[in-house]
Each structure stands twice: as C-alpha cells, then as structure tokens.
C-alpha cells in the first residue's frame, strides 16, 4: 500500500478509519560486494510487504542518512547529525499534519540509530502521537534467527545478502572474514576504518543458503507486522 500509488482523496478516506503510517530509513554507503543501496533497499522492502499485509500506507524510503565512517570508500553518502535529526523532524511533523498518529519507522541501517533522542524530543511537542523506531536486523526475533545461522555476523556479511541485495556478475568471496573489532572502528577517522576493515565486511561468509536467508527475512517480516499491529501505547486521556 505504497504513497506513490495513491492520490490525497484515498489517504484522506483511508484516514477516517486508520492512523497509522510506515516510513522507512535507509543508507547509501559501501555494503563490500553487495549493493550501496543496501540498507535502502532492505527497509524499504520490509515496509512496502508488512504495509501490503496490514494495509497501512508506506512511504518512499530515504536513501541517504548517517554514515561518516564510510565516507573514504567512492559512492557513501553521509548526512550531517543535525541536518539528518532536521529532516526527521519535519517529516514526521508533516506526516502529524497529515492526521498520521502512529508512525512505525523501520530502520535499515544502525548509523541511524541516535536520530531517537531526536525522535523523543518531537514527541514532548507532539503528546498524542506515538513513533517506533524499529531496527528490524537488531530485533529480538530476527536476531535470534540469525545467530541460529552463524554467530560471526554483521555488516556487509552474509546476513544482508539476499537475493535483493545482490548484484549480477559479482562473484563472492568463499571464505569467512574475521570479525572486526567494533571498538577500534569507533576510534578511528574515514581513511583508516577503510585502512582497516578492507573490502567492508565486518565480519563472517559473505553468503549463506537462499532458504537460511528466506527464514530470516520471514522472522523479519512477522517480528514487524506484530509491531505494527500491537506494539502501540494508547495516549492518555490528556494527550489526545
């Protein structure tokens, strides 16, 4: 139930009966072999499937967010903290003005993370509406399917590489990466985080089985239609 296939007249209908919306957040930054788009791509797919299933409107992702760490390798694009925390906030002013009080933001990618402070200071203006801010690859469900796989996971590795995610005629590393110390990462400016971690794969295989990555897409999907449908808490008398 995608925006862009929808005129004012339909949301404006749909809003009688319904308060909800899906945003997603995305990347575009280097993913190793798989595509820039990446977190994009995953976010978006996850909203557009779990927003068919509930029939909640979902809107086009955005591309770009945080992700100063990466902006040494060609094709990262990296926003600011405060023009990405700006952005956030008008948007879902905008989305509030339209009559949307529960917004689900599925996030693909983890540099977005800290824009939830920003997001708690847009609910002290905004009492009666509720935001969630759903890391989908973190959450408890999919988490534990992915480590049922293997425990040596993470970025650019083999947990992001769906068939949607990869690209054709790219031929894949067969071996499995060591995992990188996060800590030191966090130390370290542009130009030697891509020094140290090299191709861009955190850590793991590159690959897993179609069916093992289909299961975890499934966990995925259900762990977020189970949010949208009840993981809100109803505004006080006061708040409304």
């Not at 992702?61 to 600011?80: C, D, E």
């Not at 708690?120 to 905004?126: F, K, R, S, T």
């Not at 971690?197 to 189970?226: F, V």
């Amino acid at each position: 139930m995608q925006i862009a296939n929808m005129n004012w007249f339909q949301l404006d209908t749909y809003l009688k009966h319904d308060n909800r919306v899906i945003l997603p957040l995305g990347s575009t930054e280097q993913h190793a072999w798989l595509s820039l788009c990446t977190d994009h791509i995953l976010a978006s797919r996850l909203a557009n499937e779990v927003g068919d299933l509930c029939g909640v409107p979902v809107y086009p992702g955005l591309p770009f967010g945080m992700a100063p760490y990466f902006s040494a390798f060609p094709g990262t694009i990296s926003l600011t903290p405060d023009t990405y925390q700006r952005l956030i906030s008008d948007i879902l002013t905008s989305l509030y003005t339209s009559g949307f009080r529960r917004i689900l933001i599925i996030n693909g990618h983890g540099g977005n993370s800290p824009v939830q402070a920003q997001i708690h200071h847009w609910l002290n203006q905004h009492p009666g509406a509720r935001v969630l801010l759903h890391n989908w690859w973190s959450a408890p469900h999919t988490r534990r399917q992915v480590q049922h796989c293997a425990t040596n996971a993470s970025h650019a590795s083999w947990m992001e590489n769906f068939p949607w995610t990869r690209l054709a005629g790219v031929t894949l590393p067969d071996h499995e990466k060591p995992a990188l110390d996060v800590a030191q990462l966090a130390q370290l400016p542009a130009g030697a985080v891509r020094e140290y971690i090299g191709d861009g794969n955190y850590g793991g295989q590159y690959q897993r089985s179609d069916e093992e990555m289909l299961a975890i897409w499934q966990t995925a999907r259900q762990e977020t239609r189970q949010l949208l449908e009840h993981g809100w808490v109803e505004p006080t008398a006061g708040q409304r």
